[in-house]
């Protein structure tokens, strides 16, 4: 059972997963060593699931895809051999199994459409007939998008400023820190010194650039939500054309309730992909009509989703840094000739 502290201890590491326990410490009200063993009780529990970079594979070239899937002809045993493909798949950064019509959301990411094309072939050539059907969409925009502690207290992600618009320069070093903050945003800068074969302060400086090159732009943890007595719903809205002053409007309304704690404007089948938690089918009911009234007639349609379990959070999938390192080789190799 969760109490205030560990609600707080959460909230702060979701808000930001590099500060030390020293620092969480002052503002939770305890010390250093029960805050540590605290984290450590909470990754024991399974509760904590990993320390995540947020790493903006946008800003290194690569755009996210969501494709959700509906299988067919499949036992327990093929569908525990389909997510652990998918999860080692190098393109996936993130994949849930869910309840309703679809079976699995998965989002990769790919440099452009037909390299894509490329990936969602492979997989569905793994998939063969257990595929019955699929829909892909992309996002536009993004309307909303918080941790899900935010539902005990009013802070997100602190996310580090964007200073830099075209596609960064990163190196190999780059590469390796990226790799080593992406397995545990928590790693300590002398960890990190040692894989990158340069001194803790030049790892501090080399973090501070990628931040300000809007590579990396925070740091968080994944919480297994249904270990919090929380429901986690996916709503799939399909609207109609949305002026301006439209979305202005949804964007507030989803704002103000803290539930919701990511929305997307997206193009393909839907053009609204929102996320939110429920402490029952009763709350949740009551949000969805309301959802449904502020929507009003703008709303064709929708459809309904259950998330039973979040299978992969990678925010800087194997494909993407193999693909950076073997362009730095390559690029190597015409500066050699």
Known sequence: ???IKDKRILHELCANSRQPASAIAKKVG???????YRIRRLEHEGIINGFVSLINV??????GYTIFLLLQNFTGDKEREIISYLSSHPAVRWMVTTIGKWDLIVRISAR????????MG???????DNLRAFEIITSISRLKSVTPMDLFFKRGVEKIAKKQIIKPEIDEIDLKILHGLNLDSRKSLVELSKTAKLTPEAVRYRIDCLEKKGVITGYSCVIDLSKMDYS???LLF???????????TIAAMISQDNKIWFCDKTLGKWNLHLELLAENTEDFHK???????????KLHSFELLLVSKEHVNNRFPEMIEKELRDGLKENKKKFDS
């Open 30 to 36: 305890l010390s250093r060593e029960v805050v540590e």
């Open 112 to 119: 452009n459409e037909g390299h894509f094309d490329g990936i």
């Open 122 to 128: 492979e997989i569905f050539s793994h998939l063969g």
């Open 58 to 63: 946008n800003a290194l070239g690569y755009n």
């Open 1 to 3: 059972m969760l109490d």
């Open 238 to 248: 399909t609207l109609t054309p949305l002026g301006k002053s439209d979305e202005n």
């Open 232 to 234: 986690w719903y996916i």
């Open 287 to 297: 949000r969805l009509l309301e959802l449904r009234g502020s929507l009003g007639p």
